[in-house]
């Protein structure tokens, strides 16, 4: 699992260190003022640290300037530099610092006499980080602190004190944020879904001492809506529209003078539902996973009652077809419903689910001599149109 975990943030490094872009063109900030110069020059890791060597024309004479006079400049398909005052085994000093990482989260790199030094800046305070453990700015336990803040919770233990291992970690912090932002999506969300299912019927057989209903495969086609609550896209109010199809079969048993009845039936189910849940969804796997809990309103119809009964009686069998055993009957019912499932975006126009819903329906018909009862999980797939 670790050599795992440790591949996958190799891949993710590599593949976002090609997408920190590098400064196209060459630039210069001198005092305080941004220029495009016609060169600047990438000299060894230890001038880069002190001068600024630019062109400011094709045929312009090179200019070597200190961070007093340019704080900041950029190599054309190159490193970025800016000057900042850093303390450096135990000295302070004014240098210009490699810039690995921009935004909001920046990581610095000094190289000297073979040694790396890094540096991050965050929430306005500039730390240095210490590779030492159980010292002040232990770099993981700034680390640890910045995921905190951000709201991230990421095992470090794979991370080290180098350039390649800083920039996978803000990679990833930063790829979190993207595709959370891109899954706590606000307004009114939309779509089409369907599914297939098993239903478990607890229908008694009239006139039967014992019956028993076999479980059956139902199926769902219908449309869904969600629309964030409190200004909040992590808490929705989901609904929608629901039609459900299935069939039923049955057998039940009694006893006779002489002898056994056997009696079995098929019927057809369908029905409505509009679901009104509260959904939630956690930054777990950034936002992709939701849970649903509310009511669900039901209208169930039965209908296409057949049967026929085999009557056994001094080793004689007789059978006779009774035609329907029940009229058609209907219920309309709110009930509890539960649900979880996992949405992702194929493009900016399409997304798709997956879910697993489960209800439970009881009722009563004036035609049953007892109460019948529904329990239904349904695996769904939902289409979302952007």
Known sequence: MRLTQIAILIIIGVFFSFNV???????????????????????SNKRNAV??????TKKGEYITAGPDEVQEYGVSNGPVYEALRVKIDGKERYIYLKRLTHKRI???QHEEKGQSYFFIHYDGKL???????????????VMEDICEAEG????????????VSLKMWYNQIMKDQIVLKQNMKKGLRKGLIVGV??????LPFKDQETYDTDNKTSYLI???????????????????????WGNIEGEGKRSLEGGISYSYYTCKSSG???????RIRPEWFWGKVYLSVGVECNYLRLASFESYEVKVTDNTNQVNINGDIYDSFSVFKPVLALGVGYNADISDKLGVRLGVNYHQLRGKDDQLESKFEMSKIMFTLGIELF
Request: with cysteine.
């Open 21 to 43: 872009k590098a400064q196209k063109s060459s630039y210069i900030i001198e005092n305080g003022v941004y220029s495009m110069v016609y060169e600047v020059a990438n000299q």
């Open 51 to 56: 001068e600024c060597m630019f062109k400011r």
């Open 106 to 108: 920046k990581i610095y």
């Open 127 to 141: 730390t240095a980080l210490s590779k030492q453990p159980y010292t002040t700015n232990y770099y993981k336990t």
């Open 152 to 163: 991230r919770d990421m095992d470090l233990w794979e991370f080290r004190y180098s350039d």
């Open 197 to 202: 299912g098993n239903t478990n019927w607890d």
């Open 222 to 244: 219908g449309g869904w809506i969600e629309l964030p609550l409190f200004s909040d896209p992590r808490f929705c109010f989901a609904s929608g529209l629901k039609y459900s």
């Open 272 to 278: 409505l539902e509009v679901p009104l849940m509260l």
